[in-house]
């Protein structure tokens, strides 16, 4: 089968966003190419030396490239090209309201299936998410530290992969709040890298919701890889669709609810969440750019949760969020 494969250069903090964007216009698949963001990760790595070694000599030729990375986009050949590229376009200009996305350029080009299945795998090596968690592509060897917790992911093509500002965040507030066994809900799983963060770090029982099949699909893969399948269970739907979470969690509220999305969907969740989390639970919220910090932020005090931890990495801002009590 023949793919148009679309190609936009822009800052890599505006990755997130053009993604997003590229999915809701109906992509089969996002890849970023980012030497300079698996560099930074490596080279801040407790054993940066063994890691070192696994970069690709032209992956470090173009590490430094002034914080530019590629978003690469799939879709399938009945596309209308001309008009998809001037959709894209028109997006990012209304991105670029909100987000510095730099100079883009886009660009496309055709290929089969074949050539592009497997081609960003290169770009994805092990790495440490946080200080003790170490994320591990499933067809590469770890042989660091054996204490370090060692997640094994295959995200697919459309799913993430761990290395973004916002997922490090998440996985740090986990890292800091999860308790054993408590028990977790992952709002926007993708490729279920947080459930299985929430799995390792002691969590009892865990919920990944995701809207998209194909993430369904793929968390449930992961959790395989990661033997972590008896401690989450994984359904399509969103948090207020989802009609059988009391009974998964025998009927009680759930300890922690964590959510990497985007900032106008948090907003929006800020009436549901209180129905899942219990009194002095937490709410861990990330994917929110600078510019909507104000308003996550007032939403929920309003609602009455009081803010535990704020963190902030590059233009993004991840919130913990003390859940009030509520019938």
Not at 192 to 203: D, N, P, T, V, Y
């Amino acid at each position: 089968m023949k793919w148009y494969e679309v190609r936009i250069s822009a800052k890599r903090e505006a990755y997130d966003a053009i993604s997003d964007m590229m999915m809701s216009i109906g992509t089969n698949g996002v890849a970023m190419e980012d030497p300079a963001g698996i560099l930074k990760e490596i080279t801040c790595a407790d054993d940066s030396g063994y890691l070192y070694d696994y970069i690709e000599e032209d992956i470090l030729k173009n590490a430094y490239n002034d914080g530019m990375a590629v978003i690469k986009g799939y879709f399938p050949e009945r596309e209308n090209i001309d008009a998809l590229i001037k959709l894209i376009n028109d997006n990012i200009s209304n991105i670029s309201k909100y987000i510095d996305t730099g100079e883009v350029k886009v660009e496309y080009c055709e290929l089969y299936e074949e050539d592009w299945a497997n081609n960003w795998k290169q770009y994805y090596k092990p790495f440490n998410i946080t200080g003790n968690i170490i994320i591990k592509p499933s067809w590469e060897v770890y042989s660091g530290n054996k204490d370090n917790i060692l997640i094994e992911m295959d995200p697919g093509m459309a799913f993430g992969t761990g290395t973004h500002e916002t997922t490090r965040m998440c996985a740090l507030l986990l890292e800091k709040y999860i308790k054993s066994g408590d028990n977790v809900i992952d709002v926007g799983s993708g490729s279920g890298i947080l459930s299985i963060i929430s799995a390792k770090l002691g969590a009892k029982n865990i919920i990944a919701l995701d809207i998209d099949e194909e993430a369904v699909s793929v968390t449930r893969n992961n959790c395989r890889i990661n033997s972590v399948c008896h401690k989450v269970k994984v359904f399509r739907g969103n948090l207020e669709s989802i009609n059988n979470i009391g009974e998964y969690l025998n009927n009680r509220k759930t300890d922690v609810v964590v959510a990497n999305i985007i900032a106008d969907v948090i907003i929006n969740l800020s009436e549901a969440v209180r129905f899942f989390v219990k009194e002095k639970g937490l709410f861990i919220a990330s994917g929110i750019i600078k510019d909507k910090k104000d308003s996550v932020l007032l939403e929920y005090l309003e609602n009455g949760f009081e803010c535990k931890e704020i963190v902030e990495e590059g233009e993004w801002v991840a919130m913990a969020f003390i859940c009030p009590g509520f019938l």
